[in-house]
């Protein structure tokens, strides 16, 4: 079975401040996709990043970060220098590579940035 | 950028009613699902569609669910006889193939009264 961990269901940094939202995740397979989607106050979910389990390199996109470390299970997801905009509920999501086309979602972290 | 679209943003039924929520995914995409997410909890996975037929469902997706893609473009989630605990967002999702990002439409929040 697999399933999604994310520890800190409620964050709050003051705007600027840098954030880690950790993400813990448990497989069988030895192949598997993980994902971050942001969900903002409007409702709608939007994709930010996949990650294959081959690629342990970590990734750099403007103000966000991603840190995959399959020793711990753990696909992490930094915001330096918050802004007010990225306030929103945050899930981690796992998807097995053979034949399973779900997304599994953890129950998400909401993130507020304080002005 | 393509996106997918939902309709209606908001249905308001009542209980034992069927409701048909609506969905185009990205026009090139060949993969199709159906989550759910019950106010404040996380997404779960409901259904999904391949070459117009289901290529998996979850353990909620029961005979109360269907899904059909009518047409070249719609892709459909009827639910029958309604309950209180249907309430929820309804969210349709398209891909380009398997190992694909999953797109998102904005949601249909469906309330059962």
């Known amino acids: 079975a697999q399933k999604v961990t994310q520890a800190q269901t409620e964050i709050s940094v003051v705007e600027k401040e840098d954030v880690t939202l950790d993400c813990v995740y448990e497989?069988?397979?030895?192949?598997?996709?993980l994902f971050w989607y942001k969900q903002p106050p409007s409702g709608e979910l939007v994709f930010l990043i996949r990650?294959?389990?081959?690629?342990?390199q970590n990734e750099i996109s403007g103000r966000y970060s991603w840190n995959f470390q399959k020793s711990t299970s753990s696909f992490n997801f930094t915001i330096t220098a918050s802004q007010v905009v990225d306030s929103a509920v945050y899930f981690c999501?796992?998807?097995?590579?053979?034949?399973?086309?779900?997304?599994?979602f953890g129950t998400g972290t909401r993130l507020t940035i304080i002005p | 950028e393509p996106e997918v679209t939902q309709t209606p943003s908001h249905q308001v039924t009542q209980m034992g009613q069927e409701v048909i929520l609506r969905c185009v995914p990205i026009?090139?995409?060949?993969?199709f699902y159906w989550y759910r997410q019950i106010l404040g909890q996380k997404v779960e996975f409901l259904v999904s569609?391949?070459?117009?037929?289901?290529?998996?469902k979850s353990e909620i997706f029961d005979d109360q669910f269907s899904v059909e893609r009518p047409d070249g473009s719609n892709f459909t989630l009827k639910i029958r006889s309604t309950k209180l605990e249907d309430s929820a967002m309804y969210f349709c999702?398209?891909?380009?193939?398997?190992?694909?990002?999953?797109?998102f439409g904005d949601g249909t929040r469906l309330s059962i009264l």
């Open positions: 026009s090139n995409h060949l993969y």
């Open positions: 990650r294959n389990s081959f690629d342990e």
């Open positions: 999702a398209s891909s380009g193939d398997r190992d694909q990002p999953q797109h």
């Open positions: 497989t069988r397979d030895t192949t598997y996709y």
């Open positions: 569609f391949y070459n117009n037929e289901i290529s998996e």
């Open positions: 999501a796992l998807k097995s590579n053979f034949g399973n086309e779900k997304l599994t």
